[in-house]
């Protein structure tokens, strides 16, 4: 079978939205100069993020058709077993896009990153359903990977700034307690903004160090 997917290319992706932050966010702010309007300013900050991700994603994506049948997935001149396929990782953590990545038992690594709503994310979904479906048929070794197994080297940057992190957040927190109980300061919504990323943070670190790890342990066993 045949899956026609509309792919998202992600370093356009980053670089696109990248130059237009640089170009569209200094030029707001010299119009709301020019005008003297703060107001223009912040309505102007407003539509431009969304603007930036409508056109950032226009620029990087693609329509990409996978074969995909119960031995082999083909995409553009690549050809690969599905028995030759160690192991996958999917990534939920943006809460708009998808991405899977999949490494063969040569350590080649391959990814596609879709959309997760709509149209494009049901027909990506349904993509990946059978594409573990078959994978997991063709090998039995077949196993899910963490986001470390692919990007080892942000394992120690995440390991360090998690630490860094909870520090800050602790004593944000303690400060805060003091000043509502004690200095009768109003409860700021943006510390439970800022407990629940670190939260979220720290989940994503946690469960992807503990599929590493005992990946890492069940090598050396081996």
């Not at 990087?60 to 599905?82: A, H, V, W």
């Not at 520090?167 to 919504?189: A, D």
Request: some cysteine.
């Amino acid at each position: 079978m045949t899956h026609t997917l509309i792919i998202y290319n992600q370093k356009k992706l980053i670089i696109s939205a990248l130059a237009l932050i640089i170009i569209l966010f200094p030029l707001n702010m010299i119009i709301a100069i020019a005008y003297l309007n703060a107001l223009a300013c912040g309505i102007g900050c407003v539509l431009i993020i969304p603007l930036i991700l409508i056109i950032s994603s226009r620029m990087s994506k693609s329509k990409f058709d996978i074969s995909l049948n119960e031995n082999s997935i083909k995409f553009g001149d690549t050809n690969i077993l599905l028995s030759d396929i160690d192991g996958y990782y999917i990534n939920k953590e943006s809460p708009t896009m998808t991405q899977i990545e999949f490494r063969d038992t040569k350590n080649n690594d391959f990814s596609f990153t879709s959309l997760s709503y709509g149209q494009t994310g049901k027909d990506f979904k349904s993509f990946l359903s059978d594409f573990l479906k078959y994978a997991q048929l063709a090998n039995p070794d077949f196993k899910q990977l963490s986001f470390y197994d692919f990007h080892k080297k942000q394992y120690s940057y995440f390991k360090r700034a998690i630490y860094v992190d909870l520090v800050v957040v602790v004593l944000l927190n303690l400060v805060y307690v003091y000043l509502i109980f004690f200095r009768n300061v109003p409860f700021n919504w943006k510390l439970l903004f800022l407990n629940s990323i670190f939260v979220g943070r720290y989940t994503f670190h946690k469960n992807n160090e503990r599929i590493y790890k005992n990946k890492k342990t069940t090598t050396n066993t081996v």
